[in-house]
């Protein structure tokens, strides 16, 4: 369903830019926050970066337009300090940050507002749709840890993907929105710099997995059951860049 929409709202960016002045093609990319909400334990932040190429409508009256962009973004979560009870005695083992990720490819669309003017920059707000299609992970790493460790198997999550027949697993396709704002500062009539922050929530789960039964607590050689595990993404974005004007004149 989000797939239809958002291929409606390009023909609709398409035709609404048939009357504008021209459009504004952008590179940029930048500093990513990446947040997981796991519904079993908390996760840290994911330092991570994204790149974005982009194309926007340059209306007449320089307010209102409308955008499309195609980005990689690197989403996931870590734990930055992590204890295990060694199954051969009673001490505890720390092991380094862990890193979980999913490099996701994401098509976003929206529509940008000008707020008020700052010297010869405009200061902006923006909001859209975005879909995203997952490329990898690196949960593989994780699996071969588990049996290095002797870590039950599904304390991690699994690098496999979900499907009609599968309850378990990575969501390749995901679906939420963007909202944001910032500042767009000329360098020339044809080339700006971009400075933008968005927030990027999902609303889809980037992986599920069902609660599984009688795993083995290697903290207390226990069996124990594993909640359980629904994961969406939500990303802060900082990012920088620059604009360049394909100008149409008119001529009687």
Known sequence: MYIRLLLLLGSFLLSYQSWAQGTFYGLKGGLTIANQQWNTFERDPLVAYHAILSA???PADE????????GYHLKGSAIRQSLFGNPFNASFVSFPTQRFEFHNLSLSIGAKQVITQAGNSNVYYLFGIRGDYTLSTNLDEYERFSELNQ??????PLNVY????????????????????????????Y?????????????SLQYQQPSIDNVRNPINGQNTTIQERRIRNLTFELTVGARFLRKIEYID
């Open 191 to 203: 080339v700006e710099g971009i400075l933008e922050f968005t927030v990027n929530p999902d609303f």
């Open 63 to 70: 307010n209102f337009s409308l955008f499309a962009q195609l």
């Open 162 to 189: 979900f499907s009609e027949n599968q309850i378990l697993g990575v969501r390749r396709f995901n679906y939420g929105f963007l909202a944001g704002g910032g500042l767009n500062f000329p360098f020339s009539e």
């Open 56 to 58: 926007e409508s340059a």
């Open 151 to 156: 870590i039950p198997q599904g304390i991690y």
